[in-house]
């Protein structure tokens, strides 16, 4: 692929050799662990020491990324601007892409996507269960492409959910008919909250 593109890969049940071929596929040079917890009791392959053993056999680099890491929590009494996510947790993600932390983490994934062919790994087979599909939003508002492997021989490209809404570089769910159309239309309270330096952000 041309210019600057970021695959993620969901690791599910797949043998290590049959995950290593996937990566070794599209030339992936570099697996980011997105997980927050990066072990599997019924996967004991994808174990953070196991995995990283098997990568460096692989010739692969190996890091984890925990400011894109999952499981997220907005506090009860703070309102979501992100109220088109149903599920919870998406919803709590989608919260915690508005901050100055999630915002370094892609402003790190980018750059290293720009030396190497990066792939970013969570556990969900596919990535519209999974965190990363949000992830990939925010990237796809910034002109990186992301490519989703779904197995040794077929990717997809990724394609921004179709209820996310983009404001310059960053991305939101608002529920529908929200009156809320842009950022400057949000409570100063998030938008200090989303913004800690001032940088157009995500």
């Known amino acids: 692929m041309a210019g600057t593109c970021v695959y993620t890969i969901g690791h599910s049940t797949h043998p290590i050799d049959e995950f290593v071929g996937m990566l070794k596929a599209n030339g992936v040079e570099r697996l980011i662990d997105v997980r927050t917890v990066p072990g599997s009791r019924h996967n004991p392959q994808f174990g953070e020491h196991e995995l990283s053993a098997s990568m460096s056999e692989a010739d692969i680099d190996y890091q984890r990324l925990a400011e894109l890491g999952g499981l997220r929590h907005t506090p009860a009494a703070e ?69 989703d492997i779904m197995s040794l021989t077929s990717t997809k490209p990724h394609t921004l959910t179709s209820f996310a809404k983009l404001d310059g570089h960053r991305v939101w769910y608002p529920p529908e008919n929200s009156p809320r159309q842009t950022f400057a239309d949000c409570e100063p309270r998030n938008l200090s909250q989303g913004l800690g330096d001032g940088r157009p952000g995500l």
């Open 79 to 147: 309102a979501s601007i992100n109220g088109a996510w149903r599920n919870k947790s998406f919803r709590n993600y989608a919260d915690y892409m508005q901050t100055p932390e999630f915002v370094a983490g892609v402003d790190e994934l980018i750059a290293l996507a720009r030396k190497q062919t990066v792939a970013l790994m969570c556990a969900e087979a596919v990535p519209w269960r999974c965190h990363r599909s949000l992830i990939g939003d925010a990237l796809l508002a910034r002109d990186i492409r992301v490519a």
